[in-house]
């Protein structure tokens, strides 16, 4: 439908001239779908902060720049730390990995988190070999963990973190089904659910 | 659907020869949104976690508090996340280079992460920005908004590299840019703000960040329309000036146009909540006789080609003086607004290069114009900054001792306008 205006312009709109706008439209959109491009997530460096103030600890320095603690003092006394490990069905069935059955037979197992470095992570069994303090490596073997899959940390001010190192198949937390970003520090507290492999659950327990 | 209302305020009548069209255009959204409820959207909080955000240390403690509470206000099936700036960027929350749907759990767990966020490192907005625009990509059928908070100026990467970032991210998602402290650049911050359509503004005191955040991610989660844009046609033979947005802030938009087709072409305005803006569009026309009448231009809003309101912008040609001298009030208005942006920002600059003639010129007429149009928000902001003897002539003397927040305060808001009819009539 168009109309003629006095100039002798066809014309769509009928009240002025959609070309000359003597008295008497729109054409398509541009809108581009655009390509995804390669994200750039790798971690930046690891540092330790200060426990207290969270500054960042300058080399070796016994004495934090920012409040002045002191990296080597003792530890306060604290609570006990520990991690279960157990098997957990509901985690098994959800992730469903081909190949893999549930072990029925598995007893819960007990491992202290002490100050510092916990490594969750599996022993191959060799002589002499540094295994993990928590150290999945014995039977029934999960097959989805990592030989260095993550790490509890249990900080001198009484907090615990826990840190995924990159693991092939991921470290998850509770009820979330994303795992959390390798090399990032997640503070997890009493009864918090590390999730790691086909079916292990890693509940850590504060008394 | 929201509904959208325009109305042209002008004066038509052009004297024997003349050719300049101008008219102020206000649109009005309900945001309603479409039937089926909210749309969807997407949402990223972009946190500065450079080295300089340690100190003072409640900087990076009111940083990841306020992240949290903007994490609080995402509702439910948002997809959301959390990147951590330095000289790179990192996605904090979720993993796996993809957005997540918000819920209880997901909110919670990326709270966590970002409590455990640790400022060290550089700065590179440009490398946050490409990472959130290649994450909303992925779901362009989403209202995507994202807050970016730094702390500091953008030393590790070039300015053209952040050029390069913010042509490539253009129209993937709108950023509403914070500074917080004195030490950013408030002229590359609104450069990101002004080209991803979002607002800037300076956080002084770390403590203020919460609230902030809290009403930005509110005011993003209450938008109900995406890819909005304003159409312009214009009569052949006629030449758009300039288009501008002039309520609630000034935004130049002339060169943003994306031609529709020779006639018509359309600017962004990204999306709509419920609320008012106001354009200002000058036309420049071919004379024609005394009596003739024309449409010079047609203004209307679109989504996905869509009609949603539209607005004439008319030209008749008359003998009568009485007529063609007339001014139109909201014209007049907002073109001193305009000028009054500009004046701010001229006249800081000519302090800081210790012009003091041209500063005080300046700033005496920015005093002037923000008296006459009510802008008291900008007044004061002045007030700070110069010793006003006579807002009526724009008599002022420089203030010796101006602090630094108080500067860039006025230089980050200097944009803020105010509706015509605030000052004395």
Sequence with gaps: MTVTCPSGHESKTADYCDRCGAPIGPAGATAVLPVVDELDTSPSLRREPCPKCGAVRSGDDRYCEGCGYDFESPAPATSTWEAIVTADRGQFDRLATPGVSFPEEFGERHFPLSEGENRIGRSRGHPGEAAPEIDLGTQPLDPGISRLHAVLERRADGACLLRDLGSTNGTALNDDPAPISPNIDVPVTDGDRVRVGAWTTITVRRR | ?425
Excluded at chain 2, 46 to 65: F, L, Q, Y
Excluded at chain 2, 117 to 133: D, V
Excluded at chain 2, 300 to 319: F, M, N, P, R, Y
């Design chain 2, 1 to 425: 659907m929201s509904t959208f209302t325009l109305e042209a305020y002008q004066n038509e009548y052009l004297p024997l020869g003349g050719t300049e069209v101008n008219a102020i255009v206000t649109v009005t959204s309900d945001g309603a949104g479409s039937p089926s409820g909210q749309p969807e959207a997407a949402a990223i909080v972009i946190v500065d976690t450079s080295g300089s955000m340690a100190t003072p240390h409640r900087k990076i403690e009111a940083a990841r508090e306020a992240t949290n509470i903007a994490i609080d206000c995402i509702r439910d099936g948002v997809l959301f996340g959390v990147i951590a700036g330095t000289d790179v960027a990192r996605l904090v929350y979720p993993s796996g280079n993809r957005l997540l749907e918000a819920s209880p759990q997901t909110r919670d767990a990326a709270k966590r992460m970002v409590s455990g966020l640790n400022p060290g490192g550089g700065t590179a907005i440009g490398s946050w920005l490409k990472l959130a625009g290649g994450l909303f990509r992925m779901t362009p059928e989403r209202i995507c908004h994202a807050i970016l908070l730094t702390d500091g100026e953008n030393k590790h990467e070039t300015p053209e590299a952040l050029d390069a970032v913010l042509a490539e991210v253009d129209g993937a998602f709108q950023c509403d840019c914070r500074g917080v402290g004195t030490d950013w650049q408030v002229s590359e911050l609104r450069r990101v703000a002004s080209r991803l359509l979002g607002t800037v503004d300076i956080i002084p005191e770390p403590e203020a960040m919460a609230e902030d955040f809290r009403a930005a991610m509110r005011t993003a989660m209450g938008k109900a329309t995406r890819n909005v844009a304003l159409r312009l046609w214009t009569a052949q033979g006629a030449k758009v000036a300039f288009v501008r947005q002039v309520l609630p802030t000034i935004e130049e938009l002339t060169g943003r146009a994306v031609p529709v087709n020779e006639l018509t072409a359309d600017y962004p305005t990204a999306t709509w909540g419920t609320e008012a803006r106001d354009y200002h569009v000058r036309i420049d026309v071919p004379p024609r006789e005394v009596g003739e009448e024309m449409l010079a231009g047609r203004i209307s809003l679109v989504e996905d080609d869509q009609v949603l309101g539209q607005a004439l912008i008319k030209a008749t040609w008359t003998h009568d003086h009485q007529l063609s001298t007339r001014i139109c009030r909201e014209v007049a208005h907002y073109t001193g607004q305009a000028e009054l942006a500009d004046c701010i920002q001229e006249g800081l600059e000519a302090r800081k290069r210790g012009d003091v003639g041209t500063a005080t010129f300046k700033l005496g007429r920015a005093v002037q114009l923000a008296a006459e149009s009510g802008n008291d928000g900008t007044m004061k902001l002045l007030g700070a900054v110069v010793e006003v003897d006579d807002p009526a002539t724009g008599t002022i003397r420089l203030r010796g001792d101006v602090s630094i927040v108080d500067e860039m305060s006025l230089d980050t808001r200097s944009t803020s306008t105010v509706r015509v009819g605030v000052g004395a009539p």
